[in-house]
């Protein structure tokens, strides 16, 4: 990812490891201030994991692995380590996934073997968010104008994206493309996140409240949109921020071509149907409270599922680092 | 409209005629506060419109009429009071109709004339948004959840309301009707003005970010949806509030009954179809500012338009002064 740090442009991930530690990008401060945070206790990195100043779940993922491997370093614990690392946010599965991988490798070769594998994962993540880039360069026109939503961006992946890396892809590729970026109410990662992300690297968009999205397709202001997920059941059905349902329905009625960018660490092979899976509920206060001014009576209650299911009928493809594939060729990653 | 005022509940519009001027709840300071202004010059009635401390179609029509009679009243010049009055928020149709009639009945008999003419209007709104209650809480069950968007309520119509007629009626009725209040961004009309209606009558409601509209609606939780209308044309397409015509969509997807309620006053007799309407595109920063705080990189545009067009084949009927009508009886309506 291409950003300004100090003043000048740099191309690096949006989290690394450092002497003893890792520094990533705060994503608390975006868009106002690129500030890196530095974290060397295992305290200091689970509180970023729990403040959301790292979020996006294979970005989570590689955090979490690496956290684990520099705490086997300092002689920590194995379990101790473990169990404080995936309670910090225990609804994920990448972190689960990266600290089993990572205690595998110690088990067999110690701390050296855990940190040679914590870095493996953070460059697989890296190479598949390139690859789904560069399949999913291909669905976009030169020119063409994509919708997206949410951020699933560099910021989210370490890397690349997964939705923002078909985008950025061809922006490097000179074929300058055009983002529509929903906001994503209630906190706006659109509007803080992706918007962030593409002014960095000057990739033309422009910002749109989330309920604009049936009036621009209509209008035929809008070639294709592109998602991200975080999980995708073994029937096709994709969990995603909330708000994704309501613009698949919306392409489908406009004509509008609607994919899912996903890393293979998204698919899930123990549920069956979207329908199987449990959609977290979030605090009120996030629609209610907006920069610390009450937007609603103070008895008025919010209901905020983060998350909403999209079934699989109405998503014309799958962009994956294996290619941008059907259902038919989406469901074969299963076996 | 019931609310609370310095500590009472009262009854009453939220605009109504007083010794020399016109008193109105201040919208601009709601939810927080209910401040009752007084106006009492044309400039400070001009400066209530144009602030939108005053807003809602047929709520700037009854103002208007009314502002133009007690200028007539202290003998200002008739010309002057129409061209100062219209220019403050030149789009509306309902503020140029109400002034004509007033302007009509000065010139047969005098300010006494025009200024129970400008009552008329009032009279004649609530009594209209009166009976659109009426006959749309039949359409609610018992307990029924409506969907809203945007405040189509008391406040935007002096009293009553137009999509919120039905839902304040049937609850009344002893319904115990229960509200899904979409919180309408950029400006959060829902949040602000249509949850503080339903809290001061203590109608059970829940906020939501516009965007779980779909998740909602396809989970059951929806038995249907009523919003109201900026200008409804000739072959019933409708145009209002952005994002109405994604609910449209997503109603009609999940077999969710899609309303649209409205005021004689809004039929639009010389547009042929929505698509002869030009939409109203509001300043970027409404998207971009919250609260005094940037959502998003300066560098990043946002596009935001105030309105979409919801063709008539999405609606399921039109709640009007007259009825429930399909769209065949509505086209009557224009005869």
């Given at each position: 990812m291409r950003f300004t740090l100090d003043g000048r442009m740099v191309d690096r991930p949006c989290l690394w490891p450092v002497e003893g530690g890792i520094e990533h990008i705060d994503?608390?401060?975006?868009p106002g201030s690129t500030i890196i945070e530095r974290s060397k206790t295992l305290k200091e990195q689970l509180e970023a994991i729990r403040t959301l100043s790292v979020r996006g779940a294979p970005a989570l993922g590689v955090f979490a692995g690496l956290s684990f491997a520099f705490g086997l370093e300092r002689g920590s614990d194995p379990n101790d380590l473990k169990l404080a690392i995936l309670s910090?946010?225990?609804?994920?599965?990448d972190p689960r996934n990266a600290v089993c991988e990572v205690e595998d490798a110690f088990l067999i070769s110690g701390p050296k073997g855990a940190m040679s594998k914590a870095l493996e994962i953070m460059e697989r993540t890296i190479s598949q968010c390139r690859q789904i880039g560069e399949h999913g360069a291909?669905?976009?026109?030169?020119?063409g104008r994509v919708m997206t939503h949410c951020n699933a961006g560099a910021l989210a992946t370490v890397d690349?994206?997964?939705?923002?890396a078909p985008i950025r892809m061809k922006a490097r590729q000179g074929g300058d493309p055009f983002v529509w970026v929903?906001?994503?109410?209630?906190?706006?990662q659109g509007s803080r996140l992706t918007a962030w992300e593409l002014a960095q690297e000057r990739i033309r968009h422009s910002l749109i409240v989330d309920s604009s999205s049936g009036h621009l397709m209509s209008q035929g202001l809008v070639d294709l949109v592109i998602v991200g997920a975080d999980r995708v059941a073994r029937n096709g059905d994709v969990v995603n921020k909330i708000g994704t349902y309501d613009k698949a329905v919306l392409a489908r009625e406009n004509n509008v071509p609607f994919y899912v960018a996903l890393p293979?660490?998204?698919?899930?092979?123990?549920?069956?149907?979207?329908?199987d899976i449990v959609l977290e509920e979030r605090p009120a206060e996030e629609i209610t409270d907006m920069n610390g001014m009450a937007?609603?009576?103070?008895?008025s209650p919010a209901f905020n599922p983060a998350f909403d299911m999209t079934p699989h009928?109405?998503?014309?493809g799958y962009v994956t680092p294996r290619g941008v594939l059907d259902r038919e060729g989406l469901l074969e990653l299963f076996h």
């Open positions: 994503q608390r401060k975006l910090a946010r225990p609804t994920a599965v291909r669905l976009v026109p030169d020119g690349w994206g997964t939705a923002l929903s906001e994503t109410r209630p906190l706006l293979l660490s998204t698919l899930d092979a123990d549920t069956a149907t979207g329908a937007t609603a009576p103070e008895i009928r109405y998503i014309t």
